[in-house]
């Protein structure tokens, strides 16, 4: 069997093939201990690649010895494994966005990847202002209390200020995030419209700075992977709808979290 392994700051993600069958898996990076563990003892003789931040700490967990890789060039090779496999074409030169605890922009051409800027604002912001805002602290429940939040009680839209009169550039654009402060005092908005607004907060910063790089290079298509983009259909759609307001092709890949890990196992 063949593992693929990519050790984040917050998320271990394996990627395996054995005999003829594959699969994913992902364990939190405080629990590296159990991820070692499943490792050693579900697979027989495997061969390991790691890559990603904590890839050194894992690799000296593992009773297996363990290949390392250099995460952003594994990252791209994921991207082109699975864009493949889904059947969608990236062209030549686009952007790959990784969204995970923080945010990473690389630029693909010739096969070979630049990394062109990046943003702390990622996944890590998302957690640690949910916890600081509303004390929430399981992802998932985040992720779900934000699917029933409205946005329109905590951000200021373009409409909102340009009252009666017709504004310049489309209302619903977000004139402010988290600017709705009239409002405010004596009505704080419900968690779910917190947690909503963060997510557009997150999602509408990776899209400018994504689509400024993109410009700057040329490129049409921008990948957008990362765990921060699972189970979490209000960010991919913020991202989805800006980054075409912006005139680029967005694209999101299935599995997407997981091009580090696949990359990692295409090493091997
Ligand atoms: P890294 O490689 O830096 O660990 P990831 O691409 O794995 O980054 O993304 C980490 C982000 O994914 C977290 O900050 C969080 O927003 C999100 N996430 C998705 N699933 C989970 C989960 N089960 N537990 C914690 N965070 C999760």
Known sequence: SKIGIDAGGTLIK?????NESAGYRSFRSRDMDEAAAWIENDFDHPSIC???GKSKVLAS???TSAMTV????ATMKGIDFLAHEQERTLGDGYLFVNVGTGTSIHYVIDGRQERVGGSGIGGGTLLGLAYLLTGMRDY??????AGDGDRGQVDLK???IFEGALPPISGDLTASNFGKTEMMPGRT???????????????????TVSTNMAAHNNADAIVYIGSSLRSNPLLQETIETYTKLAGKTPIFLDNGAYSGAVGALLSL
């Open 158 to 160: 373009v409409r909102d």
């Open 140 to 145: 998932d429940t985040i992720v779900q209390t």
């Open 14 to 18: 394996v990627a395996y093939t054995e």
């Open 61 to 63: 967990k593992l009773h």
């Open 189 to 207: 908005p419900a968690n779910a419209d917190i947690l909503a607004s963060l997510i557009g907060l997150i999602g509408e910063v990776v899209v």
């Open 70 to 73: 250099v995460e952003f060039d």
């Open 50 to 52: 790691i890559t990603g």
